[in-house]
């Protein structure tokens, strides 16, 4: 950690957007104070809405024209970033401050090559041109990982893998060699072995003198990298210290929930959202006092009117009454699945995929695998866990299991009759059986139709009569996924991420499905409201009696939900077993690689990890 005078001052930072028909000004950032050294990690965490972005992007100049900017200090190197004009800005950005977005795919212009993206700094800063500009462009995205350059500069982001993209903008964001550097998300929805990969550039690039502002909801990757940990909610910063002191002895009440709500071993059997006060019992915090007030449960009058004063000893949170210990759910004793157990004693199954593959045509014109003799089975009741890197043929096995693919060799049987090589006529009278989360929900609705009418379709669906017993059905889904009557007045565009993932799974329920496959339902959630939707999940299963096909990269996750798992490689299915067997005792050279890039548990004292 540098102790040298810090870079980057922040003091006091505001940030407001004007008001619009619908509402008034939002306070989106509140008196934030932060500092930055060189070769230093910072960490900025929270939930989705907390301000960490805005926190970040005001850093850039890039809030927009509505906002209005005031601090009374922020200061980058001697530099007052608040009296830059745009012309000044443009000097300052790509420069000397690097900004790596989440999404690479949307960030990375699609009409130009990787090469030409990275070279675009250096030419519009006049850092090098022609063959110095090529050579310059080659190596950063050497040193970012990427191999065989000189051929992947000349490809498009479209056809590199999420994290070849992911190291092309950090290379992009590199090429000014800037001194801080931001990275928003940079890990979101990567999975384990390429974000180890991504990490691993990280922390080099801290060790050689940059700064980086790192905004993550992934605590497991907070612990990995950052010196320092500052957790906002509500716009404020309401603990911030040493990332061992946050992470091991967290102050504030919102931190600690944070940190209950990340998936390990410990967590399994137990609910991981920790209980707020009863509705009736909440009291909206006054302008002055703690955001989090409505949604703690330690929250007294003093919380809800006024901030107390910050101890000085290097690890602040403003609380009245800080280390408090939240109440967390007590483990669940797990109710035996004796249909599963049955499944797997005496060979029937609810799906049972039998030596399926699959190929498809190249761009080059050959062909390759993308499932290769798989076979699996998932019993009533049971939750099964597909794992496996970008590429390994999930998505592919997921499709031919929904019979939206159909295998090139080998079948699927469901309910214990044949279900792949049918035409679609004689499948479609059981396939309300059999329904889908998607990863990204707002995708698969109609942006123009209300909440009430995206489920209504689906119990349409069902056969359910229209009018008041239609309606009524609507409502109990929703209430069945804790969603309240008037979130089905809403469109899915004004609901947030957690809200549109189980208004998913209420039109999932709709037709009363016996599997449901969930294709990396909770990757693109922060760590609060995955805990919603995994402990939805749980209580859904346990009532209803669903089994769950559960795909994901987040291996904490997968332990969390699953009875069974099975990892997948290259297409193939390289090790199947019981959660607890493949976890402690992984037989696979690539299961064991996965886990090793996974950061543990055991390390999270010396706040190196977090997750299994």
Same mark, same amino acid.
């Given at each position: *950690?540098?102790?040298?005078?810090?870079?980057?001052?922040?003091?006091?930072?505001?940030?407001?957007? %004007?008001? /619009?028909?619908?509402?008034?000004?939002? +306070?989106?950032?509140?008196?934030?104070?932060?500092?930055?050294?060189?070769?230093?990690?910072?960490?900025?965490?929270?939930?989705?809405?907390?301000?960490?972005?805005?926190? $970040?992007?005001?850093?850039?100049?890039? /809030?927009?024209?509505?906002?209005?900017?005031?601090?009374? %200090?922020?200061?980058?190197?001697?530099?007052?970033?608040?009296?830059?004009?745009?012309?000044?800005?443009?000097?300052?950005?790509?420069?000397?401050?690097?900004?790596?977005?989440?999404?690479?795919?949307?960030?990375?212009?699609?009409?130009? /090559?990787?090469?030409?993206?990275?070279?675009?700094?250096?030419?519009?800063? @006049?850092?090098?041109?022609?063959?110095?500009?090529?050579?310059?462009? &080659?190596?950063?995205?050497?040193?970012?990982?990427?191999?065989?350059?000189?051929?992947?500069?000349?490809?498009?982001?479209?056809?590199?893998?999420?994290?070849?993209?992911?190291?092309?903008?950090?290379?992009?964001?590199?090429?000014?060699?800037?001194?801080?550097?931001?990275? =928003?998300?940079?890990?979101?929805?990567?999975?384990?072995?390429?974000?180890?990969?991504?990490?691993?550039?990280?922390?080099?690039?801290?060790?050689?003198?940059?700064?980086?502002?790192?905004? #993550?909801?992934?605590?497991?990757?907070?612990?990995?990298?950052?010196?320092?940990? $500052?957790? *906002?909610?509500?716009?404020?910063?309401?603990?911030?210290?040493?990332?061992?002191?946050?992470?091991?002895?967290?102050?504030?009440?919102?931190?600690?929930?944070?940190?209950?709500?990340?998936?390990?071993?410990? #967590?399994?059997?137990?609910?991981?959202?920790?209980?707020?006060?009863?509705?009736?019992?909440?009291?909206?915090?006054?302008?002055?006092?703690?955001?989090?007030?409505? %949604?703690?449960?330690?929250?007294?009058? %003093?919380?809800?009117?006024?901030?107390?004063?910050?101890?000085? =000893?290097?690890?602040?949170? &403003?609380?009245?009454?800080?280390?408090?210990?939240?109440?967390?759910?007590?483990?669940?004793?797990? +109710?035996?699945?004796?249909?599963?157990?049955?499944?797997?004693? =005496?060979?029937?199954?609810?799906? !049972?995929?039998?030596?399926?593959?699959?190929?498809?045509?190249?761009?080059?014109?050959? @062909?390759?695998?993308?499932?290769?003799?798989?076979?699996?089975?998932?019993? !009533?009741?049971?939750?099964?866990?597909?794992?496996?890197? @970008?590429?390994?043929?999930?998505?592919?096995?997921?499709?031919?299991?929904?019979?939206?693919?159909?295998?090139?060799?080998?079948?699927?049987?469901? !309910?214990?009759?044949?279900?792949?090589?049918?035409?679609?006529?004689?499948?479609?009278?059981?396939?309300?059986?059999?329904?889908?989360?998607?990863?990204?929900?707002?995708?698969?609705?109609?942006?123009?139709?209300?909440?009430?009418?995206?489920?209504?379709?689906?119990?349409?669906?069902?056969?359910?009569?229209?009018?008041?017993?239609?309606? $009524?059905?609507?409502?109990?889904?929703?209430?069945?996924?804790?969603?309240?009557?008037?979130?089905? +007045?809403?469109?899915?565009?004004?609901?947030?991420?957690?809200?549109?993932?189980?208004?998913?799974?209420? +039109?999932?329920?709709?037709?009363?499905?016996?599997?449901?496959?969930?294709?990396?339902?909770? #990757?693109?959630?922060?760590?609060?409201?995955?805990?919603?939707?995994?402990?939805?999940?749980?209580?859904?299963?346990?009532?209803?009696?669903?089994?769950?096909?559960?795909?994901?990269?987040?291996?904490?996750?997968?332990?969390?939900?699953?009875?069974?798992?099975?990892? *997948?490689?290259?297409?193939?299915?390289?090790?199947?077993?019981?959660?607890?067997?493949?976890?402690?005792?992984?037989?696979?050279?690539?299961?064991?690689?996965?886990? $090793?890039?996974?950061?543990?548990?055991?390390?999270?004292?010396?706040?190196?990890?977090?997750?299994?």
């Amino acid at each position: *950690m540098n102790t040298t005078e810090p870079l980057l001052r922040v003091e006091g930072l505001d940030v407001t957007f %004007r008001g /619009t028909r619908r509402g008034g000004p939002v +306070r989106a950032v509140r008196d934030v104070s932060l500092s930055l050294g060189r070769g230093e990690c910072l960490a900025v965490v929270g939930e989705s809405g907390s301000g960490k972005s805005v926190t $970040a992007r005001t850093l850039l100049g890039l /809030t927009g024209a509505r906002a209005t900017v005031r601090a009374r %200090r922020l200061d980058f190197d001697g530099l007052d970033l608040t009296a830059l004009s745009e012309r000044q800005w443009r000097a300052v950005r790509g420069r000397r401050i690097g900004l790596v977005l989440q999404d690479a795919l949307v960030s990375l212009d699609p009409l130009r /090559t990787v090469g030409a993206e990275v070279r675009e700094t250096l030419r519009t800063h @006049s850092l090098a041109a022609g063959r110095a500009a090529r050579e310059r462009t &080659l190596s950063l995205l050497s040193d970012a990982g990427i191999p065989d350059p000189a051929r992947r500069a000349e490809q498009y982001p479209h056809q590199l893998s999420g994290g070849l993209r992911q190291r092309a903008l950090i290379a992009s964001a590199l090429s000014g060699a800037p001194e801080l550097l931001v990275a =928003d998300e940079p890990t979101t929805a990567l999975d384990v072995t390429v974000q180890a990969q991504v990490l691993a550039l990280l922390a080099r690039l801290v060790g050689e003198g940059t700064a980086l502002l790192l905004i #993550s909801h992934d605590l497991s990757v907070v612990a990995r990298l950052a010196d320092r940990v $500052a957790v *906002m909610y509500g716009g404020l910063v309401v603990e911030q210290g040493p990332a061992r002191d946050v992470l091991k002895d967290p102050r504030h009440p919102y931190t600690q929930a944070l940190l209950a709500a990340v998936p390990t071993i410990g #967590s399994k059997g137990r609910a991981l959202s920790v209980p707020t006060p009863e509705q009736g019992t909440r009291t909206v915090a006054e302008p002055g006092g703690c955001p989090y007030a409505a %949604r703690c449960a330690t929250a007294d009058t %003093r919380c809800r009117s006024a901030l107390p004063s910050p101890r000085e =000893d290097g690890h602040v949170a &403003l609380c009245w009454h800080p280390g408090t210990p939240v109440t967390v759910a007590p483990p669940r004793v797990r +109710r035996p699945e004796p249909a599963a157990a049955a499944a797997r004693s =005496d060979g029937t199954a609810l799906l !049972e995929v039998r030596g399926v593959s699959k190929r498809f045509r190249a761009p080059d014109g050959g @062909s390759y695998t993308a499932v290769d003799d798989v076979s699996f089975r998932i019993g !009533e009741g049971e939750t099964l866990g597909l794992v496996g890197e @970008s590429g390994s043929g999930k998505t592919t096995a997921a499709r031919i299991v929904l019979g939206l693919t159909e295998p090139d060799e080998g079948s699927v049987r469901f !309910e214990d009759e044949p279900w792949s090589g049918l035409p679609e006529r004689e499948r479609r009278a059981r396939r309300h059986r059999m329904q889908v989360v998607h990863q990204d929900p707002l995708g698969s609705f109609d942006p123009r139709h209300s909440v009430d009418r995206v489920v209504s379709e689906a119990v349409a669906r069902a056969g359910v009569p229209r009018g008041r017993v239609r309606s $009524a059905r609507v409502a109990e889904l929703l209430g069945q996924v804790g969603l309240s009557a008037d979130v089905g +007045r809403r469109r899915p565009l004004e609901l947030s991420g957690g809200q549109r993932q189980r208004v998913a799974i209420a +039109r999932a329920l709709a037709t009363r499905p016996r599997l449901i496959v969930c294709d990396e339902p909770v #990757s693109a959630l922060d760590v609060s409201i995955q805990a919603q939707v995994l402990d939805l999940l749980g209580e859904l299963r346990r009532e209803l009696g669903v089994a769950l096909l559960f795909i994901s990269h987040d291996l904490g996750v997968i332990h969390h939900v699953s009875d069974r798992v099975i990892v *997948m490689k290259d297409g193939r299915l390289v090790e199947t077993g019981e959660v607890g067997q493949i976890f402690d005792r992984p037989a696979h050279p690539y299961t064991r690689e996965l886990l $090793a890039a996974l950061p543990r548990s055991d390390r999270a004292q010396e706040g190196q990890g977090l997750r299994t």
